[in-house]
């Protein structure tokens, strides 16, 4: 089994494409000590989205990489690898970020993600916020909820680090599936870092093994 090896208190960079309320929950946690990590970066694919005011308000350095700038995915992701190293981090967090990063061989398995839906389910190109939650109200699902997983260079196929289900209730928009679904990442993100900065977890053929303590 190949370990997962992240610092007991990683540096986190994080990734995003628009308002930053993953972003807010980390930087919440951390402030109120509740966070087994630090974050240390942001970095967005847009201009002018509030995930960078919110790192702005919190004195985090913040960058712009823009997909179109760039002659090819592996060059885009390039660029953001080295900013995340440019400030130490150790862990990548992908939160709303709508690009696929190709991952590079020096950050495998230090990359995650959080999708929300319970995968392999409602996941893959073009499922991100409201598509998914409507996806899963026209299938007539019962359960939704969303996963933490080791991001590789597939959209939402990496080994499934953290997942926690929520009620599809009779009367659920997509926006009130939305919020309920919200309320578990907030709990399912940190929890990921936290078992990664544990040491316990291995990657065997696409499955993370979750040692015990």
Request: hydrophobic share 45%; proline share 7%.
């Amino acid at each position: 089994m190949a370990k997962v090896v992240v610092p007991p208190v990683p540096r986190l960079a994080v990734f995003l494409s628009g308002g930053g309320t993953t972003l807010q929950n980390l930087l919440d946690r951390q402030a109120a000590g509740a966070l087994a990590g630090v974050v240390a970066c942001v970095a967005s694919d847009r201009d002018g989205v509030a995930g960078l005011d919110r790192a702005a308000k919190a004195g985090v350095p913040a960058t712009v990489a823009r997909r179109k700038d760039h002659p090819g995915r592996e060059s885009f992701s390039a660029a953001l690898a080295g900013f995340a190293e440019s400030h130490g981090a150790d862990l990548i967090c992908l939160a709303g970020f709508l690009q696929l990063l190709a991952v590079p061989p020096r950050w495998e398995n230090r990359v995650i993600n959080i999708h929300p839906s319970l995968l392999p389910s409602f996941g893959g190109k073009g499922c991100h916020g409201a598509h998914v939650h409507q996806a899963v109200l026209d299938a007539g699902c019962k359960v939704s909820g969303c996963t933490v997983h080791l991001a590789t260079n597939e959209y939402d196929r990496g080994p499934i680090l953290v997942q926690k289900a929520v009620p599809v209730h009779p009367d659920d928009t997509a926006s009130t599936l939305a919020a309920r679904v919200f309320s578990a990442e907030c709990e399912a993100y940190p929890e990921a870092i936290a078992l990664l900065a544990s040491g316990r977890v291995s990657v065997e053929a696409n499955r993370a093994i979750i040692n015990p303590k």
